[in-house]
């Protein structure tokens, strides 16, 4: 004879297996006769029970699920993981939703070159040894002998190409206008420290140093805006309508 519900829970038998609705998964029927202990019987939270239930009045299908103490029990007995998908069927099924890009309502202004305000200038950093160049974590390594000197005991660059000046300086109670100081294309000499890092896409900054004609030079820290106060020394190229043949530094053979 085949004991039945209690009967088995009486003869020693670890749980009681109770005869559900016709159709019915344990689950599901505990959804709709015991809703109170659910929670705590399948481990799931309170919002989860309610997405069940949700679903179960819609009339979807709904799945059995392992309780957490036939969830331990498994892991007992196998010795391994026993993973039990505890997430709704809204969960399962729903799908991405595609994101649709919104037309414009004004369309998209075009914009000039960047350009510092007041006292302040665009310093894009370069070595002044031509052989040198400024690894990726701050160190330099020379092209000749590949030697590397570590970043921590290295003097750091201060010397940059200025991209773009500002508008005016305002010295002894007179108002200077920045370019008569100082123009693009002149190398300068800066406090490093002072200097604020100023990010700009690569390609912004090929079109300022083609516009200059000088060489572009990778600092992965980005380039520099520097107020005219911190600015140590100046060097203008010397010929005018060649500035590119002040810093376009000959390749170095390693021969």
Same mark, same amino acid.
Request: overall charge negative; glycine content about 6%; proline content about 5%.
């Given at each position: ?112 070159? =960047? ?6 200038? +665009?310093? &894009?950093?370069?070595? #002044?040894?031509? %052989?040198?160049?400024?690894? *990726? ?60 890092? =100023? ?6 900054? +090929?079109? &300022?140093?083609?516009? #200059?004609?000088? %060489?572009?030079?990778?600092? *992965? ?35």
């Amino acid at each position: 004879m085949t004991l039945q519900g209690g009967d088995q829970l009486a003869s020693g038998a670890r749980s009681a297996k109770f005869s559900t609705a016709a159709g019915l998964s344990s689950f599901e029927d505990d959804l709709i006769f015991r809703p109170e202990i659910v929670a705590e019987k399948y481990g799931l939270t309170q919002e989860q029970v309610d997405r069940w239930q949700a679903d179960r009045i819609a009339g979807n299908k709904i799945p059995n699920m392992k309780t957490v103490a036939e969830v331990a029990e498994a892991e007992l007995e196998n010795g391994g993981l026993v993973v039990n998908d505890r997430r709704t069927q809204y969960e399962l099924s729903s799908s991405v939703e595609v994101a649709t890009e919104k037309e414009n309502k004004y369309p998209v202004p075009e914009y000039t070159s =960047f350009t510092p305000i007041l006292d302040r200038i +665009l310093v &894009m950093r370069v070595p #002044l040894d031509p %052989n040198h160049e400024i690894l *990726e974590d701050g160190s330099v390594r020379d092209k000749r002998t590949k030697f590397i000197i570590p970043a921590k005991y290295r003097q750091h660059s201060n010397t940059g190409i200025v991209l773009a000046v500002g508008n005016f300086v305002v010295m002894g109670g007179q108002r200077i206008d920045l370019d008569e100081i100082v123009k693009p294309g002149d190398r300068v000499t800066f406090g490093d420290y002072n200097s604020e890092v =100023f990010p700009m896409e690569k390609e912004k900054v +090929l079109a &300022m140093c083609d516009t #200059l004609k000088i %060489n572009y030079h990778e600092d *992965e820290q980005g380039l520099r805006i520097v107020r005219i106060q911190d600015v140590r020394g100046i060097e203008t190229p010397i010929n005018e309508s060649l500035p590119v043949e002040a810093y376009n530094y000959p390749e170095v053979s390693n021969e």
